[in-house]
């Protein structure tokens, strides 16, 4: 991984993007959206999470966040995925998935050759890390986040996309809370 793409600095916040191996269209069904949502909540309430925004597509997840304590975010990152793979895996081999043989080949295919890898591979290394330095990168990523479902067509508006934070932005119900201002920048 190059050396411009680490978090180095924790108490900071960081644009990230999380992807699935050869960028395999997971998350289409809900029980796997929810399966990561849940585990957003629980980093949140758990490790420290601080989410300033976020948006699951079909085969990646982008957030802006920040670790709130002794947890670090690479941490945090690692834990999320190892966890999140470990339980849409399971949910893929239990249950009904007409791409099951499919997927389950090419995360294998991935994971053979990863010493590190039981089985299969899911999540792609890394997570492509940011520094939040400045307002203006900020609402750069917002905007960048919450335009995603827009540019793909699934959804006119951001804020009609279900699994963003465009829609906190926008005072609407969410599944997921956030924090609605830009992380603590003044210390930059």
Same mark, same amino acid.
């Given at each position: 991984?190059?050396?411009?793409?680490?978090?180095?600095?924790?108490?900071?916040?960081?644009?990230?993007t999380?992807?699935?191996?050869?960028?395999?269209?997971i &998350?289409?069904? $809900?029980?796997?959206?929810?399966?990561? *949502? #849940?585990?957003? %909540?629980?980093? =949140?309430?758990?490790?420290?999470? /601080?989410?300033?925004a976020?948006?699951l597509?079909?085969?990646?997840?982008?957030?802006?966040?920040?670790?709130?304590?002794?947890?670090?975010l690479?941490e945090?990152?690692?834990?999320?995925?190892k966890?999140?793979?470990?339980?849409i895996?399971?949910?893929?081999?239990?249950?009904?998935?007409?791409?099951?043989?499919?997927?389950?080949?090419? &995360?294998?295919? $991935?994971?053979?050759?990863?010493?590190? *890898? #039981?089985?299969? %591979?899911?999540? =792609?290394?890394?997570n492509?890390? /940011?520094?939040i330095?400045?307002?203006?990168?900020?609402?750069?990523?917002?905007?960048?986040?919450?335009?995603?479902?827009?540019?793909?067509?699934?959804?006119?508006?951001?804020?009609?996309?279900?699994?963003?934070?465009?829609?906190?932005?926008?005072?609407?119900?969410?599944?997921?809370?956030?924090?609605?201002?830009?992380?603590?920048?003044?210390?930059?």
């Amino acid at each position: 991984m190059s050396e411009k793409y680490k978090i180095r600095e924790n108490d900071k916040a960081y644009f990230v993007t999380l992807t699935i191996v050869d960028w395999i269209d997971i &998350f289409t069904r $809900k029980v796997y959206k929810i399966k990561i *949502v #849940e585990s957003l %909540k629980y980093c =949140q309430m758990h490790k420290g999470l /601080e989410i300033y925004a976020w948006c699951l597509m079909s085969n990646h997840l982008h957030m802006i966040g920040r670790a709130g304590n002794t947890i670090t975010l690479p941490e945090i990152l690692r834990d999320f995925k190892k966890f999140t793979a470990r339980v849409i895996l399971q949910e893929i081999l239990d249950n009904p998935e007409s791409r099951k043989d499919w997927i389950l080949l090419r &995360f294998a295919d $991935k994971g053979k050759s990863l010493r590190r *890898v #039981e089985k299969y %591979k899911f999540w =792609q290394d890394g997570n492509h890390p /940011e520094l939040i330095s400045c307002p203006k990168i900020f609402y750069q990523k917002l905007k960048y986040i919450h335009q995603n479902p827009v540019k793909e067509m699934i959804v006119e508006n951001p804020e009609d996309y279900f699994l963003s934070s465009a829609r906190n932005y926008a005072g609407l119900s969410n599944i997921l809370p956030v924090i609605l201002e830009t992380p603590e920048l003044n210390s930059y």
